[in-house]
């Protein structure tokens, strides 16, 4: 049974930072790609970062240069390191795992944690 519970969420002010980590189980971590989601009160969820099972990876253009998505398949975790925190950071983020079973992609989702960036 594939497991994700993310942890590190919290109260942050404007330029500071928090890293988010997603412990997964049920799965071998290797095998599938990773992401981090994220969604603020009234709004869509948007896609934050990937990491793929070879280690690429992609970030929404609102996050690039400061958030940073890393993998440790030995620890069976998966990292969002974000820096220089802004008021529009503020959502619940998820942490996703992907599996592709012939050509079909079942997509799992953790339970969330809030970061909020607030003075």
């Known amino acids: 049974q594939v497991r994700l519970l993310e942890s590190g969420g919290g109260l942050v002010q404007p330029g500071g930072s928090l890293r988010l980590s997603c412990a997964t189980s049920?799965?071998?971590?290797?095998?599938?790609?990773i992401g981090w989601f994220r969604q603020a009160p009234g709004k869509q969820r948007e896609l934050v970062a990937t990491i793929s099972s070879g280690a690429s990876t992609n970030y929404a253009d609102s996050v690039k240069g400061r958030f940073t998505i890393s993998r440790d398949n030995a620890k069976n975790t998966v990292d969002l390191q974000m820096n220089s925190l802004k008021p529009e950071d503020t959502a619940v983020y998820y942490c996703t795992a992907d599996q592709v079973v012939l050509g079909l992609t079942y997509r799992y989702w953790g339970q969330g944690t809030q970061v909020t960036v607030s003075s």
């Open positions: 049920g799965f071998i971590l290797n095998d599938y790609a």
